[in-house]
């Protein structure tokens, strides 16, 4: 029996201007490279993030701590969808819940989260018209 690992497969990137790199390249100083446990957790948090209903809450969540009866009430969707949600979030780490008397305020979990959020925001409103 070959106990051999497969092959892993690797994208080809594609660089505007003839650019050349490998991903170490576009990390901040510091992060030289990332693992291969790295970026599948890489993923998987953009994976989270791609459903609309969770990019909702963490839209929701931006200004600050809400407990999960108002998120729900705010987005129009169920307790235990938003509960759902939030448990998968707080898996991720993006976002914390601190408990106060009987209920539960979620929040961004930290400033990455938070500018990573605005950012992207900020993104999809500029003008981005071909020349």
Request: net charge neutral; aromatic share 4%.
């Amino acid at each position: 029996m070959n106990s051999s690992k497969p092959k892993a497969r690797h994208a080809k990137r594609y660089l505007p201007d003839g650019q050349g790199g490998s991903a170490a390249s576009v990390l901040p100083p510091g992060h030289s490279s990332l693992s291969q446990n790295e970026v599948a957790i890489l993923a998987e948090t953009f994976r989270l993030l791609g459903d609309p209903s969770r990019l909702r809450i963490l839209l929701t969540c931006l200004p600050g701590p809400m407990s999960v009866g108002d998120i729900a009430e705010n987005l129009d969707l169920s307790l235990s969808l938003v509960s759902h949600h939030l448990r998968l979030l707080r898996g991720a780490r993006l976002v914390r819940g601190e408990r106060q008397a009987k209920q539960i305020f979620y929040e961004i979990a930290d400033q990455h989260v938070s500018q990573v959020l605005q950012d992207m925001t900020t993104h999809i409103s500029e003008d981005h018209t071909d020349e």
